[in-house]
């Protein structure tokens, strides 16, 4: 019951974290006395968490010994909601290419964009300005660092899949002559180091530190630029992962080398909250989720310390349509994922190799199987690894009673979270967009102060730094 304790103990983390916001609030009403611009911006994009997976989150972690829902680590820091539709062209449902490229430049794409509009011409993200007025700059994620997010906000390219494309620009795109970003910390070898171009050669030769793992990450001197590639493509889901905090980890580290008198932007991405909603895995999805919740309670932390610090955290959008409660009965039942010892892709592989699988299954879900159980899972000893883990996947559906509508994307709004220096400028009802709009108003207002390049190699946004938000929140 290790795990258990674990999510009891983040839980009054969380609560206390909770009281101290509010109290630190408490002499600033609607927080209008607390800094209004930001010196530091840390934008965490949760990728595929519609409201339902924070409200499961909730559900997950709470102690069912006590007769309230206990709070989530996201309960006190919600602040709105944002449609996430993309461009005309791509209808209703936005893919993450198109809503990172609105969450990035404050201009809806076509779903399959990388930081370009609807004529493929390039945009300037956040990220691109706050480099530009000296500011550090990073991302931190756990997908691979070209993935569709992370990319959004650091390069230019027609389409979400040319990843070794967008790898190259990593390095080759500069603004005013300097790199885009300087810690960057995710997945990504196979993109870096290729047998055409070693980008990660490249990277240290131009005075980056190099760290492929962890352990050597941490022994980074604070203050370097820094690449960090901790496996080929995205990471291990966290269930699977040496560091099941590893996102908390990697964004602890990123901040250690951003901190400086000129202020940071830093995008977190818990990538793979969309990936087990893609797979409709609920037990994947509820431990990236909790993840996530380790980060933010860590970023809550830190604001603690540094009032100047506006966190901002959203999704691009909705994945799996997630329901709490399936089939017409009146139940959920987080209690079935709470205890694995590996995530169920995992798991369905190596039970292919147990001797009993239904034990086996019973001893990596954590709890007992009836016979008529483990007769199921003993007789798809012979299925392929497919068949076992959407096997292994609809029967934890059926004990927990989760539904899923699809595969893909669904286009429901996505809940908003700030706190901070700033953060009453994102309260309400918003589109994607303003979020970028709203941080490039900051940038324009605090910052360095230093001059915006004179030479953009991006082509500007439509973002006002003397637009009025309130009455024009388009700012066109
Ligand atoms: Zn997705």
Redesign the pocket.
Known sequence: MIRRSFLLALTSAAMLGGCAYTAANADQPNGDSAPQVPKNIIMVVA??MGPAFTTAYRNYQDDPDTPQVESSVLDDILVGAASTYPAQESGFVT??AAAATALATGIKSYNGAIGVDSDKQPLESVMHRAKAQGMRTGLAVTSQIVHATPASYVAHNESRHNYDELAESFFDFRVNGEFVADVMLGGGTQFFERKDRDLVAEFIDNGYEYADTYNRLAAVPTGSQVLGLFAPVGLPPALDDTRQNRLSYLTEQAVKHLENDKGFFLLVEASQV??A??ANDIAAAMAEMHDLALTMAYLKDYVKQHPDTLVILTA??S?GGLTIGADGDYRWSPEYIQNLKASTRAIAANMGEADKPGEFIASQLGFELNDEEKRHFDDLKKANKVERYTALKAFIDGKTNTGWTTS??TGVDVEVFAFGAGAAALAGKMDNTHIAHTIFSMLARGGSQQQPASEKPVKATNSNPNCDYKSDWRCQ
Do not use: N
């Open positions: 990728d595929g893919d993450s969309d990936w909603a893609h691009d959008h994945t893909g994307h």
